[in-house]
């Protein structure tokens, strides 16, 4: 049973502070990685996709991937009261016929406080 | 321009009724899901169609089927529905890439409550 596990939080933090969102998954051959934000009553909205090892960087969010470790995490800086919403990592297992078929943590919850 | 849309945006229905829910993407995207999201939150593939061939077909009951016209719609039908089906179902597309990234755009979501 291929797995994604993320903190169901709420995280909670100050605007302006670094939010940190942490995601863990099961199989090792894993090739392609995303983040998407979810805000209540809406659907997902992709924020950034990483599949090489180290950091990836857009804007106020940086994507980190360790594949020895099978972590994958998302920063946001600077964080701002419009980022509150649920986080959702999924992952593309790398088998058989079912590429693309992006498996889903069940999210974490950010709450930034102003 | 709506990228992926899906009508209805809400639906309620009695115990036993067959419904159907309608996607469409004008991305031209060659793969298109439809994923559920229960009350937790919690968000899980049901299928997924290329080319108008289905590729993934997750175990979901088999009163659920879903039909794909042409490239552009994945319509789900859904025959005797049960409480336990009220959920908000996603439909989302994507285009592969060399290095198989699949990015996939969701849909607004359809949310159906079964009385």
């Known amino acids: 049973q291929k797995e994604v596990e993320q903190n169901s939080g709420p995280l909670s933090v100050p605007e302006g502070a670094i939010a940190s969102l942490n995601c863990t998954y099961s199989d090792r051959g894993s090739q392609s990685f995303f983040w998407y934000r979810q805000y209540s009553g809406k659907s997902p909205e992709l924020i950034m996709f990483i599949y090489s090892n180290g950091d990836k960087e857009d804007g106020r969010f940086t994507a980190q991937l360790n594949k020895a470790s099978q972590y994958v995490s998302l920063l946001i800086r600077d964080s701002q009261p419009s980022d509150s919403a649920t986080y959702l990592c999924?992952?593309?297992?790398?088998?058989?016929?079912?590429?693309?078929?992006?498996?889903f943590g069940k999210g974490t919850k950010l709450s930034v406080k102003p | 321009d709506t990228a992926v849309s899906q009508t209805p945006k809400y639906l309620v229905t009695q115990m036993g009724n067959d419904k159907s829910i309608k996607c469409e993407q004008n991305?031209?995207?060659?793969?298109m899901y439809w994923y559920k999201q229960d009350s937790k939150k919690f968000l899980k593939i049901m299928f997924s169609y290329n080319n108008k061939e289905l590729i993934i077909n997750e175990t979901v009951p088999n009163r659920f089927s879903p039909k794909s016209p042409d490239k552009a719609h994945l319509n789900l039908h859904i025959n005797s529905l049960e409480l336990g089906d009220s959920a908000v179902y996603f439909c989302?597309?994507?285009?592969?890439?060399?290095?198989?990234?699949?990015?996939?755009?969701f849909g607004p979501g359809t949310r159906l409550l079964v009385l």
């Open positions: 999924a992952v593309n297992p790398n088998y058989g016929g079912s590429q693309g078929n992006l498996i």
């Open positions: 991305l031209g995207h060659d793969t």
């Open positions: 989302a597309s994507s285009q592969g890439s060399p290095t198989n990234v699949k990015t996939q755009y």
